[in-house]
């Protein structure tokens, strides 16, 4: 088993930590204070979160991969992934640590990302929400580029109330405006 250092991060459902003794690695794994609800999310829709996260990393197209945090390995307990660095060897962070991002690069990747996603038909929902489910990888001073490092295809699994979420084209509205409220809240105009 892999030996836990500094939290990095959490979102709703689980924690991320670094690995002690591999800078280029990260496990996630479920929050041991979640809430009776949030465990009942758990138990009936989410059982196989950490396995659905690596088959949506392992069917993602080709053209799409340099985009996302590779998953290394999967388990009831726990995610194993890489960690993206920087060109300089820092780690990457995520775009809210950023605020508002002034990089061309940067902006047009992640318009690149968008519409490759539009065009597989992959519709994350939560994805641009908050932040800190995309990193910002610097490839140089100038170079940077979006990796998204949480990416769990749940679709309607993460809003089972909303029955319109089982038509394409409603998920696919769903995603354009989730973008946007990204882009107005990030990106530097």
């Not at 138990?43 to 590779?70: A, C, H, I, S, W």
């Not at 990747?109 to 932040?131: C, M, N, S």
Request: proline letters at 5%.
């Amino acid at each position: 088993m892999f030996e836990l250092a500094e939290k990095i991060g959490e979102g709703n459902f689980r924690e991320c930590f670094a690995v002690k003794g591999e800078p280029g690695l990260c496990l996630k794994r479920l929050r041991p204070d979640l809430g009776f609800f949030q465990r009942l999310q758990v138990l009936v829709l989410r059982r196989r979160m950490n396995q659905e996260e690596l088959d949506t990393y392992n069917n993602l197209p080709g053209e799409l991969k340099p985009y996302f945090n590779p998953i290394l390995d999967a388990t009831r307990e726990y995610l194993l992934t890489a960690r993206p660095i920087d060109f300089d060897g820092s780690h990457s962070k995520p775009v809210r640590d950023y605020g508002k991002i002034d990089n061309t690069s940067f902006w047009e990747k992640a318009e690149e990302v968008v519409g490759l996603l539009d065009k597989h038909k992959i519709w994350f929902f939560d994805t641009f929400q908050v932040g800190t489910n995309i990193f910002v990888q610097r490839l140089s001073e100038s170079m940077w580029k979006p990796i998204i490092v949480d990416y769990k295809h749940l679709g309607w699994k993460a809003f089972p109330m909303q029955f319109n979420l089982l038509f394409d084209s409603e998920k696919r509205k769903k995603f354009y405006r989730s973008y946007r409220r990204f882009e107005q809240r990030f990106r530097k105009t």
